[in-house]
């Protein structure tokens, strides 16, 4: 069993930075893959970015990329997602996801490879 919580979701204007954070317990952490989806209002979960068990291999969506960051504290069973340059279509609710086998592409860009889910934080970017 995994649970996952997220935290550091919040307002912020665009252009500022914003930084997500995903604690997971139940399972050893450098076991687990680990991702962040997100979801606007009457759109489907988008993948983000992604994070092998060893912090080797990183992934991120071409809509983020050079903006947002994802890292992982192994010794704290933490994951990150530093957002920055923050645009107004950034607003969704993000999700931290789990998987306990080594994901490799495409797979780690599906939402249904992932078994495991917190329970979302809201980011919301005024312009």
């Known amino acids: 069993q995994v649970q996952l919580v997220e935290s550091g979701g919040g307002l912020v204007q665009a252009g500022g930075s914003l930084r997500l954070s995903c604690a997971a317990s139940?399972?050893?952490?450098?076991?687990?893959?680990m991702a962040w989806f997100r979801q606007a209002p009457g759109k489907q979960r988008d993948f983000t970015a992604a994070?092998?068990?060893?912090?080797?291999?990183?992934q991120y969506a071409d809509s983020v990329k050079g903006r947002f960051t994802i890292s992982r504290d192994n010794a704290r069973n933490t994951v990150f997602l530093q957002m920055n340059t923050l645009k107004p279509e950034d607003t969704a609710t993000y999700y931290c996801?789990?998987?306990?086998?080594?994901?490799?592409?495409?797979?780690?860009?599906?939402?249904?490879?992932?078994?495991?889910w917190g329970q979302g934080t809201l980011v919301s970017v005024s312009s």
């Open positions: 996801a789990a998987a306990t086998v080594i994901l490799a592409p495409p797979g780690a860009v599906m939402s249904t490879s992932y078994p495991y």
């Open positions: 139940g399972r050893t952490f450098n076991s687990l893959s």
């Open positions: 994070i092998s068990w060893s912090g080797g291999s990183i």
